[in-house]
C-alpha cells in the first residue's frame, strides 16, 4: 500500500489499514511504502505498525508516485510470498473473506466478474465456479 497523504485526509489510510484487520482465514503480510508524506502522516503509521497493523514499513523521504511506491513495497516483502497483491491507501475492505475469494478465483476454483459501476450485472453462477459456495464457512 503505497501512500502520499497529507495530513488533513491521514483518515484515509487509517480507514484502509484498520478496515484491513477484518481478514480471515489467510495468513498475510502488510507492506506499506510511505510515499513522502507529512510528517504526521509518517508517526501515524509508524503507529499504526506498533499497533500490528502493519508488518513492514517503508520510509520514502521522496513521492516516488504509485508505481515507485508499489515497487518498493514489492522489493520490501517476504521473498518466500508466492502472491503479491497491490492495493491503494483509499481501498476499505468490508468483508471478512475478501482474500479467500480473491485467492479462490486467482487459481481457478471460484469465478467473480463484478460489475461494481452497474455497467453489466454480476450474477453468480450455480456450482463449483459461485464464488460465495468455493469459500469455506
Known amino acids: 500500500i503505497p501512500p502520499h497523504v497529507r495530513a488533513e485526509i491521514n483518515k484515509v489510510i487509517d480507514k484502509c489499514l484498520r478496515t484491513l484487520t477484518i481478514t480471515e482465514g489467510v495468513d498475510y503480510e502488510v507492506v506499506v511504502v510511505d510515499n513522502g508524506s507529512s510528517p504526521e502522516v509518517v508517526e501515524s503509521l509508524r503507529q499504526h505498525r506498533d499497533e500490528g497493523r ?16 508499489c515497487n518498493l513495497g514489492v522489493a520490501h ?43 453489466y450485472p454480476t450474477v ?14
Request: glycine letters at 8%.
Open 77 to 119: 516483502a517476504d521473498p518466500a510470498a508466492e502472491i503479491v497483491i497491490l492495493c491503494n491507501s483509499d481501498v476499505g475492505f468490508i468483508h471478512p473473506e475478501w482474500l479467500q475469494r480473491f485467492l479462490a478465483w486467482m487459481d481457478g476454483t471460484a469465478k467473480y466478474e463484478p460489475g461494481v459501476w452497474d455497467f
Open 54 to 69: 502493519i508488518t513492514t514499513l517503508v520510509e520514502s523521504p521522496v513521492n516516488t508516485w504509485y508505481v515507485g511506491g
Open 124 to 137: 453468480p453462477e450455480p456450482g463449483p465456479f459461485d464464488v460465495l459456495s468455493t469459500v469455506s464457512a
